[in-house]
T-cell receptor, first 117, second 115 residues
Framework: AQTVTQSQPEMSVQEAETVTLSCTYDTSESNYYLFWYKQPPSRQMILVIRQEAYKQQNATENRFSVNFQKAAKSFSLKISDSQLGDTAMYFC??????????????FGTGTRLQVTL | KAGVTQTPRYLIKTRGQQVTLSCSPI?????VSWYQQTPGQGLQFLFE???????NKGNFPGRFSGRQFSNSRSEMNVSTLELGDSALYLC??????????????FGNGTRLTVT
């Protein structure tokens, strides 16, 4: 079974600053996907960024980037130039690859990020 | 393209009753999965349906069931409601074909309160 751990329940960052959210996971799988999802007060889970385990290059999406350390089983999210709209719960999630089913995500407990003026 | 639509957004039920939640996936998506979100247990996978068949199931009691229709819309049913079933129920859709590289697209959820 897979586990995902987010050790920071809450974080705060000032607008325009950079913040890093931590995530570690445990698995015996060699091929898998990792995700960061954002859940604002509207409750909808929004995909922020995705990393494929077999790719060594860290994924980047505009102001969002990850630091993927496969050997350490670490997958942190860096948000640059933080904006008020980034205020949300952030969930790290794991999905096994090549199972024929696309949908079983294992989530961490989340980090509540507050962006302040 | 319209997103994943869940109805109703809010629901209040009494212990012992049953409830049905609905989810309409993104057009063309054939996989629908359900997740329960509570403060205590976090986000937990309930089940996944693909082409009207349950393809994967989480560790929930038999009171939780679901089905999928030929148009890929899905319903989730909880019978004999308990206070602990109070949660946000999230539905997610994906193309669901053999390539599981596609990310899940989530709806806004149904907030169920059991009194």
């Amino acid at each position: 079974a897979q586990t995902v751990t987010q050790s920071q329940p809450e974080m705060s960052v000032q607008e325009a600053e950079t913040v890093t959210l931590s995530c570690t996971y445990d698995t015996s799988e060699s091929n898998y996907y990792l995700f960061w999802y954002k859940q604002p007060p509207s409750r909808q889970m929004i995909l922020v960024i995705r990393q494929e385990a077999y790719k060594q290059q860290n994924a980047t999406e505009n102001r969002f980037s990850v630091n993927f350390q496969k050997a350490a089983k670490s997958f942190s999210l860096k948000i640059s130039d933080s904006q008020l709209g980034d205020t949300a719960m952030y969930f790290c999630a794991f999905m096994r690859a090549n199972t024929g089913t696309a949908s079983k995500l294992t989530f961490g407990t989340g980090t509540r990020l507050q962006v302040t003026l | 393209k319209a997103g994943v639509t869940q109805t109703p957004r809010y629901l209040i039920k009494t212990r012992g009753q049953q409830v049905t939640l609905s989810c309409s996936p993104i057009s063309g998506h054939r996989s629908v999965s359900w997740y329960q979100q509570t403060p205590g247990q976090g986000l937990q996978f309930l089940f996944e349906y693909f082409s009207e068949t349950q393809r994967n199931k989480g560790n929930f009691p038999g009171r939780f069931s679901g089905r999928q229709f030929s148009n890929s819309r899905s319903e989730m049913n909880v019978s004999t409601l308990e206070l602990g079933d109070s949660a946000l129920y999230l539905c997610a859709s994906s193309p669901g074909t053999g390539n599981n590289n596609s990310p899940l697209h989530f709806g806004n959820g149904t907030r169920l309160t059991v009194t």
